[in-house]
């Protein structure tokens, strides 16, 4: 049974379930910092390393992002995607694979030695933040504006991953939504540090002509910003008369989308879900999937900011022991 996150986590204050699990978090929390103070950093020098994490977990848009970069960028320098492998992530995988190449063995130093053997210049990392072992050249932690930080405690008091004080040590926060206002979130990241860079995206649907607003729609998805998702489709007028949310890269048994579908004849609507989820399903001419993008509202900056690492890679491309010319 795939694990779904309980509500109390993202309780605007913590409860008494919170304060009950508070010892358990404040013991990984010692655990964690004992393991980052014995652990040795590896700085890289033959590739850049952006890190597209977080600190929630789950559903903040680390995938988007990670395309968005290798957009930008693969023009110029010779990208990849690292992502350490988890069996019950294919859908991600499959969708970074699509845009470039990717590297995902277990261990996230297999994939950069193969990077790098394979001379490809700037390694995007879809997730790594806490990796204690990896001196990334530039980080992001991506937060998805509704659920924020939650009840604002660590697992398995809440849903950070480390404290959120710890934003300082990563200079670049990534807010994704549809363009809710921020301006309480700005001002809580600055009150940890003035000089955090802070940037904005909104998801935007690609295939959106393709549907017919008159019709009416049953949405389901297994992704962690399900409620983001609702709202980019009414912000573009999909009539949604029920919805069905599942736990993160959840996978689906049959009967599950046979009541689905059981369901949707009993509504007289179409089902909907989302790219990520379809990569799940065995191909089925009853669901549809919408397609969608971060879009950067602040991008210019976003740009470049990005580009000091582009920056980087041409140093390294200056030195006499350049590598055989990118393809």
């Known amino acids: 049974m795939k694990f779904k996150k309980p509500k109390f986590w993202d309780y605007k204050k913590p409860n ?69 492998y988890y069996s019950d992530q294919i859908d991600e995988q499959k969708i970074l694979s699509n845009h470039g190449k990717l590297f995902k063995f277990k261990d996230r130093s297999s994939s ?25 050249d530039y980080h992001i932690a991506c937060f998805n504006i509704d659920n924020w930080i939650g009840n604002s405690f660590t697992i398995p008091a809440g849903p950070l991953r480390e404290n959120i004080k710890n934003l300082k040590k990563y200079k670049n926060v990534f807010l994704n939504g549809n363009n809710e206002n921020i301006d309480n979130i700005i001002e809580y990241i600055h009150k940890i540090d003035p000089n955090i860079n802070i940037y904005q995206g909104e998801y935007v649907p690609l ?33 949604i008369i029920k919805e069905i949310e599942f736990p993160d890269h959840y996978r689906y048994l049959q009967k599950e989308i046979d009541d689905i579908i059981s369901m949707s004849e009993k509504l007289n609507c179409k089902i909907m879900t989302t790219e990520k989820d379809y990569m799940r399903l065995n191909n089925n001419d009853k669901i549809v999937y919408i397609k969608s993008e971060l879009k950067i509202l602040n991008q210019e900056t976003f740009i470049n900011d990005i580009s000091k690492v582009y920056d980087m890679c041409l140093i390294n491309i200056s030195q006499p022991t350049r590598r055989t010319p990118r393809s």
């Open 16 to 84: 008494i379930l919170s304060y009950l699990f508070f010892p358990i978090s404040l013991l990984l929390t010692i655990l964690k910092s004992f393991k980052n103070l014995t652990t040795k950093k590896k700085k890289y020098s033959k590739i850049k390393t952006i890190c597209v994490g977080n600190i929630y977990l789950g559903g903040t848009g680390k995938t988007s992002l990670s395309l968005k970069i290798n957009e930008i960028l693969k023009d110029k320098i010779k990208t990849c995607f690292i992502k350490k």
């Open 112 to 136: 950069i030695k193969q990077a790098i053997d394979e001379n490809f210049e700037l390694a995007i990392f879809d997730d790594g933040l806490q990796d204690p072992s990896i001196d990334y």
């Open 207 to 239: 295939n959106i002509n393709e549907f017919d607003k008159s019709d009416k729609y049953l949405v389901f998805s297994g992704i962690g910003n399900h409620k983001t998702l609702i709202s980019m489709l009414r912000k573009n007028n999909i009539n």
